[in-house]
Protein backbone atom coordinates (compact mmCIF):
# COMPACT_ATOMS: atom_id res chain seq x y z
CA UNK A 1 0.00 0.00 0.00
CA UNK A 2 1.72 3.40 -0.83
CA UNK A 3 2.45 5.34 1.69
CA UNK A 4 0.33 9.38 2.28
CA UNK A 5 2.89 12.05 2.34
CA UNK A 6 3.09 14.59 5.14
CA UNK A 7 4.12 17.48 5.73
CA UNK A 8 6.84 17.52 7.56
CA UNK A 9 7.98 20.61 10.70
CA UNK A 10 10.82 21.77 8.62
CA UNK A 11 7.96 22.11 5.65
CA UNK A 12 6.25 24.44 8.10
CA UNK A 13 9.37 25.62 9.16
CA UNK A 14 10.74 26.71 5.50
CA UNK A 15 7.30 27.79 4.29
CA UNK A 16 6.73 30.53 7.32
CA UNK A 17 10.76 31.89 6.93
CA UNK A 18 10.59 31.91 2.79
CA UNK A 19 7.20 34.07 4.11
CA UNK A 20 8.53 36.43 6.16
CA UNK A 21 11.81 36.70 4.54
CA UNK A 22 9.67 37.72 1.34
CA UNK A 23 7.65 40.29 3.50
CA UNK A 24 11.34 42.21 4.82
CA UNK A 25 12.55 41.82 1.61
CA UNK A 26 9.35 43.68 0.00
CA UNK A 27 9.66 46.19 3.04
CA UNK A 28 13.14 47.32 2.06
CA UNK A 29 11.78 47.57 -1.19
CA UNK A 30 8.94 49.58 -0.53
CA UNK A 31 11.49 52.36 1.50
CA UNK A 32 13.63 53.99 -0.41
CA UNK A 33 15.87 55.83 2.44
CA UNK A 34 16.22 58.65 0.71
CA UNK A 35 12.44 59.40 0.55
CA UNK A 36 12.24 58.69 4.65
CA UNK A 37 10.60 61.60 6.45
CA UNK A 38 9.78 61.76 10.34
CA UNK A 39 6.53 59.63 10.78
CA UNK A 40 3.91 62.03 13.32
CA UNK A 41 0.54 61.63 14.50
CA UNK A 42 -1.98 64.68 15.47
CA UNK A 43 -4.21 63.74 18.42
CA UNK A 44 -6.24 65.98 20.95
CA UNK A 45 -5.06 67.14 24.17
CA UNK A 46 -7.55 66.45 27.31
CA UNK A 47 -8.04 70.81 27.03
CA UNK A 48 -9.06 70.01 23.32
CA UNK A 49 -5.99 71.24 21.55
CA UNK A 50 -4.33 70.04 18.98
CA UNK A 51 -1.17 68.12 19.22
CA UNK A 52 1.67 66.84 16.89
CA UNK A 53 3.51 64.11 18.32
CA UNK A 54 6.50 62.45 16.56
CA UNK A 55 5.72 58.90 16.30
CA UNK A 56 9.04 57.90 14.76
CA UNK A 57 12.13 59.93 13.33
CA UNK A 58 13.87 58.85 10.02
CA UNK A 59 16.91 58.02 12.08
CA UNK A 60 14.98 55.59 13.67
CA UNK A 61 13.59 54.18 10.45
CA UNK A 62 16.76 54.04 8.83
CA UNK A 63 18.02 51.78 11.69
CA UNK A 64 15.30 49.61 11.53
CA UNK A 65 15.91 49.33 7.84
CA UNK A 66 19.42 48.74 8.36
CA UNK A 67 18.82 45.91 11.00
CA UNK A 68 16.88 43.84 8.76
CA UNK A 69 19.61 44.50 6.39
CA UNK A 70 21.72 43.28 8.38
CA UNK A 71 19.53 39.94 9.36
CA UNK A 72 18.49 39.33 5.87
CA UNK A 73 21.83 37.10 5.11
CA UNK A 74 21.57 35.35 8.59
CA UNK A 75 18.22 34.27 7.40
CA UNK A 76 19.24 33.39 3.88
CA UNK A 77 21.46 30.77 5.82
CA UNK A 78 18.91 29.49 7.81
CA UNK A 79 16.88 28.94 4.45
CA UNK A 80 19.00 27.17 2.68
CA UNK A 81 19.63 24.95 5.75
CA UNK A 82 16.00 23.83 5.97
CA UNK A 83 16.14 23.48 2.30
CA UNK A 84 18.87 20.94 3.05
CA UNK A 85 17.35 19.29 5.36
CA UNK A 86 13.88 18.63 3.56
CA UNK A 87 15.90 17.22 1.32
CA UNK A 88 16.74 14.86 3.18
CA UNK A 89 13.47 14.31 4.97
CA UNK A 90 11.75 13.06 1.97
CA UNK A 91 14.36 10.04 1.51
CA UNK A 92 12.63 7.38 3.35
CA UNK A 93 13.23 4.02 4.42
CA UNK A 94 10.82 1.21 4.07
CA UNK A 95 10.60 -0.43 7.90
CA UNK A 96 13.43 -0.35 10.37
CA UNK A 97 16.18 -0.87 7.49
CA UNK A 98 19.12 0.89 7.72
CA UNK A 99 20.59 3.02 4.44
CA UNK A 100 23.51 1.54 2.96
CA UNK A 101 27.06 3.03 3.58
CA UNK A 102 27.94 3.51 -0.34
CA UNK A 103 24.13 5.23 -0.26
CA UNK A 104 25.04 7.53 2.89
CA UNK A 105 28.32 8.33 1.32
CA UNK A 106 27.13 9.68 -1.98
CA UNK A 107 24.41 11.54 0.09
CA UNK A 108 27.09 13.37 2.04
CA UNK A 109 29.28 13.75 -0.89
CA UNK A 110 26.19 15.73 -2.68
CA UNK A 111 25.88 17.37 0.66
CA UNK A 112 22.88 15.43 2.19
CA UNK A 113 24.57 15.67 5.47
Known amino acids: MAKVARKTYISYELDWLEKKTKELMDVLDACPFHALEDRTET ?20 KALVSILKDLPAMFAALD ?22 MKKHLEDIGGE
Open 43 to 62: FITTKGIPTIKIVATKEDQL
Open 81 to 102: ELRENRAMANIEIRGSAQMGGM
